[in-house]
């Protein structure tokens, strides 16, 4: 245990909201293994919420700019500004907008000016707070500084600034850790770049649960809150396999066969049994997100013992990734086929790291190379 510690992670996650991301994961890592823990929300503004940002869904406003506990040893902490970086969709409005953007690195970070100094480790996401990496190094001469990307920026729209400051993170922290190869080596020029994949909540999996479907039909399950699914794909998949039953969770009900469930988004703990009783899991992303071939999605189907169908683009290098060609309608079908007949495999869970095996780490506790 590393009681008495202090660990200070910025993030765009809410730590109240009920859509787990990797950050939350990493929040309850800290905390389980006896770390004073402050989650920080960030970058957030008034402007988010004219976007219809899912976060004013919670107390965000009331707790903005305070330490909230939430628990002992665990606070949260919304850094709300009234306004923030953002892509404007406009090389030129991009590049006159950047020496504004940059200022973002000085807003007031209120009581976190206190908290920051007494940290043993900082932990960035890839998102705008970057920026305050100098910043930190002065307020926290002696904390362990790191950046951790589970996503890859250059895969969705952005300001050119927030690579710019990534890059420059890169050469200045302490550790550069990424979910994926593709990331590393898109950073590789900057400093060096350490790949450790996504981890799971092997507690979550492990718990006894019943089925949450009915019948006996076999199951494909998708859970997830993303704007990248491929829609198209998941209509094609319903009908070249209209015995299957396809549960989607998280993302909006769209028009499908009717073999497809759309369910909304559910807590993290109702989640786990989706997956869990499942005959197989989906990765429908379009082109252009390589990333996530060993991202989050990979390491819960893995250690749920679940085969998984996925596009090659997607580059998924596991024994139970089912792979076709996006377009190919007869690949598809032989993937959905292959994954249905896959028996589950103890060995698909091999490597698979708990979140507090990566939190040591990150921590600089635990050197292990990447599995």
């Known amino acids: 245990m590393a009681s008495g510690r202090r660990v200070v992670l910025f993030s765009g996650s809410y730590l109240g909201s009920k859509r787990r991301t990797s ?125 951790r990307a589970a996503d890859d920026p250059r895969s969705i729209a952005v300001h050119p600034l927030l690579l710019e400051a990534e890059a420059e993170a890169v050469a200045e922290v302490d550790l550069a850790s990424v979910a994926t190869r593709q990331i590393a080596e898109a950073l590789e020029p900057y400093g060096e770049v350490h790949v450790h994949p996504q981890a799971v909540d092997k507690a979550a999996f492990d718990r006894v649960s019943s089925s ?12 997830g809150v993303t704007r990248r699914f491929d829609h198209p794909t998941l209509t094609l998949a319903a009908e070249l396999a209209p015995h299957v039953a396809f549960h989607v969770v998280g993302l909006p009900s769209l028009p499908a066969p009717p073999n497809v469930t759309f369910q909304p988004e559910l807590p993290f703990e109702e989640v786990t049994p989706y997956l869990t009783h499942a005959t197989y899991g989906l990765l429908f992303f379009p082109p252009g997100y390589a990333s996530l071939g060993s991202g989050n999605k990979v390491a819960q189907y893995s250690y749920s013992r679940l085969p998984f169908v996925a596009p090659s683009h997607l580059e998924a290098e596991r024994e139970n990734a089912c792979i076709y060609e996006r377009g190919d309608e007869a690949s598809l079908a032989a993937a959905l086929a292959a994954a249905e007949r896959m028996p589950h495999l103890p060995s698909f869970a091999d490597g698979i790291w708990s979140w507090e095996e990566l939190a040591g780490v990150l921590a600089g506790d635990d050197s292990r190379a990447a599995p």
């Open 212 to 223: 949450p479907y009915r019948g006996d039909r076999p199951v494909a399950i998708f859970v």
């Open 23 to 147: 950050f939350h994961h990493l929040a309850f890592a800290f905390h389980r293994l006896g770390w004073d823990v402050t989650l920080v929300t960030a970058p957030i503004s008034r402007l988010s919420k004219l976007r219809g940002d899912y976060r004013f869904e919670y107390p965000v406003v009331e707790e903005a700019n305070r330490l909230v506990t939430v628990d002992e040893r665990l606070r949260s902490y919304v850094l709300m500004t009234s306004w923030q970086p953002g892509n404007l969709h406009s090389r030129l409005a991009n590049r006159l907008s950047a020496p504004l953007f940059r200022r973002y690195a000085d807003v007031s970070l209120g009581p976190l000016a206190e908290v920051l100094p007494a940290a043993d480790l900082i932990v960035l996401e890839n998102t705008y707070v970057l920026l305050f990496v100098e910043r930190l190094r002065k307020l926290a001469p002696h904390a362990r500084l790191v950046y």
